[in-house]
């Protein structure tokens, strides 16, 4: 039984913690206010780096070059630059 956050984040991993906490940011951008009129945008944009989130986590698993957790959250952050004008 895990009874303390830092007991939580040791069981978990770093890495699985940030890349959960970047899709729950993500998720609260799309609902945000200030984004409204862009949420197809925003969410076409979590599609695709869901998707190469979990290319990246599939392909570091079969390799011994790269953390999976590492990988998965580069491509959860991939496209952040996509909005920017």
């Known amino acids: 039984m ?3 956050l830092r007991t939580a984040v ?3 991993g770093f890495d699985a913690i940030r890349s959960a906490c970047i899709g729950f940011a993500m998720a609260q951008l799309q ?3 200030a984004f409204k ?3 197809r945008h925003l969410s076409a944009l979590w599609q695709q780096s ?3 989130a979990a290319l990246c986590f599939v392909l570091a698993r079969r390799t011994d070059k790269i953390s999976p957790d590492t990988a ?3 491509g959860l952050v991939h496209g952040v630059g996509n ?3």
Do not use: C, Q, W
Request: hydrophobic letters at 50%; glycine letters at 4%.
């Open 31 to 33: 609902r945000a206010k």
């Open 10 to 12: 040791t069981r978990l």
């Open 83 to 85: 909005f920017i004008s």
């Open 50 to 52: 869901v998707l190469v």
């Open 72 to 74: 998965m959250l580069t």
């Open 37 to 39: 009129g862009i949420e």
């Open 2 to 4: 895990v009874s303390d």
